[in-house]
């Protein structure tokens, strides 16, 4: 079993940054894609940022320029950096990680951006 942590959720002021991690344990086997998704209540889940390792990397229209996913090989953790934050992107945040045939997700962090 993969277990995936996040952190780094919180409050912030419109045009403030947060950056949130999500840190994989357990049985980590080869990764070949990793994601960023964010649900707001009553609205179907959406893709905000992705990586297909050696392929290409996708930012949602709505955060192109603003956010940047990453990762650290060697923590097992991938990053959002997340800047000029708007209203709208007040959501849960979840990491999707693929290791091996299988999707693991997180828990899910809450950002919620207003003043």
Not at 87 to 98: G, K, M, N, P, S
Request: charged share 15%; net charge positive; aromatic share 8%.
């Amino acid at each position: 079993q993969v277990q995936l942590v996040e952190s780094g959720g919180g409050l912030v002021q419109p045009g403030g940054s947060l950056r949130l991690s999500c840190a994989a344990s357990g049985s980590i086997s080869s990764t070949s894609a990793m994601a960023w998704y964010r649900q707001i209540p009553g609205k179907q889940r959406e893709l905000v940022a992705g990586i297909v390792i050696g392929r290409s990397i996708t930012y949602a229209d709505s955060v192109k320029g603003r956010f940047t996913i990453s990762r650290d090989n060697a923590k097992n953790t991938m990053y959002l950096q997340m800047n000029s934050l708007k209203a709208e992107d007040t959501a849960v945040y979840l990491c999707c990680w693929r290791f091996g045939t299988r999707d693991y997700w997180g828990q899910g962090t809450q950002v919620t951006v207003s003043s």
